[in-house]
């Protein structure tokens, strides 16, 4: 086992009792098949749809329709954390690429897969990985986030 599978390991282990972060991850579960996005566009709404996720486990989370917005709430009040566990945060924010012009995503992590806003079918799915979202994405710097 290399020394970062072992800090993942440890990071996961000390966190385990986080009951938010599995609440996050089971409200994306249930969420799944659903079009969240009823103030962004559906090809836009990945910032929305992660928004009404969280709200449905805290309810004074805000709504945002960026990810610029969500990144800047998210480092103010949630933990970066370097190896994600179900429940965390993904993000790429928007005007973080090396090439301008481009939007970012951004996704609730769940055990392999990332729960996210599909812009083709505007509906609530499980349609990418992270080296799926690296492929996707590969411009852009990738942030972990984790309720406190």
């Known amino acids: 086992m290399t020394i970062e599978a072992l800090r993942e390991l440890l ?8 009951q938010r972060r599995e609440a996050i ?3 994306a579960v249930k969420n799944l098949g659903k079009d969240l996005t009823l103030l962004a566009p559906d090809n836009l709404g990945c910032a929305e749809s992660v ?7 805290i309810p004074s989370f805000p709504i945002f329709l960026s990810t610029t917005q969500l990144y800047a709430y998210l480092m103010g009040y949630w933990q970066r954390v ?3 566990a179900r429940g965390d945060i993904i993000i790429s924010p928007t005007g ?13 992590m769940g055990d392999g897969v990332i ?11 499980r349609h ?8 996707l994405l590969p411009s852009f710097p990738i942030y972990y986030f984790r309720v406190k």
């Not at 973080?96 to 609730?108: P, Q």
């Not at 729960?115 to 799915?125: E, R, V, W």
């Open 51 to 57: 928004s009404k996720v969280v709200q449905e486990v």
């Open 11 to 18: 990071a996961r282990i000390l966190d385990s009792k986080n």
């Open 115 to 125: 729960y996210s806003n599909n812009a083709y079918t505007g509906k609530f799915d």
């Open 96 to 108: 973080y690429s090396t090439v301008s012009g481009l939007h970012g995503h951004t996704g609730i």
């Open 82 to 84: 370097d190896f994600p």
């Open 25 to 27: 991850y089971a409200s």
């Open 128 to 135: 990418l990985t992270i080296g799926k979202w690296k492929q």
